[in-house]
T-cell receptor
Framework: DAGVTQSPTHLIKTRGQQVTLRCSPK?????VSWYQQALGQGPQFIFQ???????QRGNFPDRFSGHQFPNYSSELNVNALLLGDSALYLC?????????????FGPGTRLTVL | AQSVTQLGSHVSVSEGALVLLRCNYS??????LFWYVQYPNQGLQLLLK??????LVKGINGFEAEFKKSETSFHLTKPSAHMSDAAEYFC???????????FGAGTILRVKS
């Protein structure tokens, strides 16, 4: 049973560019959440998708957007990249989005903005 | 708003010694609490979770945590540390209306031989 997978594993971009990160949830899961983990910090919630709609959003600017596809996979898009966007981006999936639904994390995508 | 404070960014123990990682939470509603572990260059793995059943929660790899409402704490313990326990540990809280997680800053555990 495949767990949560993310691509690419590493990415280098320059300021002002746009980036798309991808996530495939664990088999059978229908909810995808994205987190940003800056160096030396805990993950911070960006947003969550369920039934192809953004269900919850954290305190991130509109430059961060996402999408969920009918097969439950998801993309995270970041426009107009800033140096401060350099981080590990984690995707987590769950079956449902209620408080008792455990989130399972992927290995992350390391984004470096130069 | 919910928040988590992990006391001690770095903890060092000898192999075979007790592991104690501290976590205090703030929540205006009854919380659900989690401990995750992160090995270098990997994602987060769930160790255990508290969802209002027993206050003493047992997890994987011999770890356990006790929910203490009066102290707003959810400390993680393991009786005997192994070298393989060296990693970064995160405490997290979610409320009862969804499963968005709010994480602490993490504690790096070092195990000395």
């Amino acid at each position: 049973d495949a767990g949560v997978t993310q691509s690419p594993t590493h990415l280098i971009k320059t300021r002002g560019q746009q980036v798309t990160l991808r996530c495939s949830p664990k088999s059978g899961h229908d909810t995808v959440s994205w987190y940003q983990q800056a160096l030396g910090q805990g993950p911070q919630f960006i947003f969550q998708y369920y039934e192809e709609e953004e269900r919850q959003r954290g305190n991130f600017p509109d430059r961060f957007s996402g999408h969920q596809f009918p097969n439950y996979s998801s993309e995270l898009n970041v426009n107009a990249l800033l140096l401060g966007d350099s981080a590990l981006y984690l995707c987590a999936s769950s079956l449902g989005a209620t408080s008792t639904d455990t989130q399972y994390f992927g290995p992350g995508t390391r984004l470096t903005v130069l | 708003a919910q928040s988590v404070t992990q006391l001690g960014s770095h903890v060092s123990v000898s192999e075979g010694a007790l592991v104690l990682l501290r976590c205090n939470y703030s929540s205006s509603v009854p919380p659900y609490l989690f401990w995750y572990v992160q090995y270098p260059n990997q994602g987060l793995q769930l160790l255990l979770k508290y969802t209002s059943a027993a206050t003493l929660v047992k997890g994987i790899n011999g770890f356990e945590a006790e929910f203490k409402k009066s102290e707003t704490s959810f400390h993680l313990t393991k009786p005997s540390a192994h070298m393989s326990d060296a990693a970064e540990y995160f405490c997290a809280v979610s409320d009862r209306y969804g499963n968005k997680l709010v994480f602490g800053a993490g504690t790096i555990l070092r195990v000395k031989s």
